[in-house]
């Protein structure tokens, strides 16, 4: 996962990032991204985060990143659908930025997913 997120995030990269707000240790992040079906038919929205990977190879694991809902009915065609993107920073978690990925199925790259973890007292990475 950090390989991959490396690449998507480097320079001259098309790959679409989601920042979620810099939260401290013990804290939730929140965000949404937006699913649009640009095709003609309904089509099924599939969604699973990564863990995201941190400095010093420090992680927050995947089962604190919640993507929701992760199998809503089928999205009508032309339309989309708002999507919740929720981590919770476990408690003593290090400080700097993680980073992981939103997959999908339907898409052709990843989403990058980015949180920067604050110090104890809000400061920054």
């Given at each position: 996962t950090a390989s991959l997120a490396d690449r998507a995030s480097g320079?001259?990269?098309?790959?679409?990032?989601?920042?979620?707000?810099p939260t401290p240790a013990g804290g939730f992040a929140e965000g949404s991204l937006?699913?649009?079906n640009t095709t003609a038919s309904p089509a099924p929205v599939e969604l699973a985060a990564t863990s995201l990977a941190g400095p010093d190879g420090l992680a927050v694991p995947a089962h604190a990143v919640s993507v929701g809902p992760t199998r809503p009915d089928p999205l009508p065609a032309r339309a989309s659908t708002e999507v919740r993107l929720r981590v919770h920073v476990p408690d003593g978690q290090g400080p700097g930025r993680y980073q992981g990925l939103v997959l999908t199925p339907v898409a052709d790259q990843p989403l990058l997913l980015r949180l920067d973890v604050t110090a104890i007292g809000g400061a920054g990475s």
């Open positions: 320079a001259g990269s098309s790959v679409e990032t989601v920042e979620l707000p937006w699913v649009h």
